[in-house]
C-alpha cells in the first residue's frame, strides 16, 4: 500500500526517508521555488545532490538507509514523499 507525507526542509538536514527493514521504492517531489539538496545526515548545499524546483526524483532506498534533505541559506521548501510498496 502506497502512502506519503510531506516534509518542511530549511538549512538544517531533516529527514526526508526514514530507515526500514526491506528496500523501499520513493518518488520525491519539490514543487516549491527553491531547490534543495539530498544526501546524508551532513548534507548542504555544497556537498549534497541537487533536487531543482518543480522536479521529482524516484529511489530505490536500501534496508536501514536514511536520506536527508536541505536547503541554501535561509530558504524553506516542502519535499511531498510517496513511499511505494516494496
Not at 16 to 32: K, Q
Amino acid at each position: 500500500m502506497a502512502s506519503s507525507k510531506q516534509v518542511l526542509v530549511n538549512s538544517t538536514a531533516e529527514i526526508i526517508v526514514e530507515a526500514y527493514g526491506e528496500n523501499r521504492r520513493v518518488v520525491l517531489n519539490n514543487s516549491n521555488d527553491h531547490p534543495c539538496y539530498i544526501g546524508g545526515s551532513d548534507v548542504t548545499s555544497s556537498n549534497g545532490m541537487q533536487f531543482p524546483k518543480d522536479s521529482n526524483l524516484d529511489f530505490l532506498v536500501p534496508i536501514g538507509s536514511v536520506l536527508y534533505a536541505a536547503t541554501a541559506g535561509a530558504n524553506i521548501t516542502t519535499v511531498s514523499v510517496l513511499y511505494l510498496e516494496p
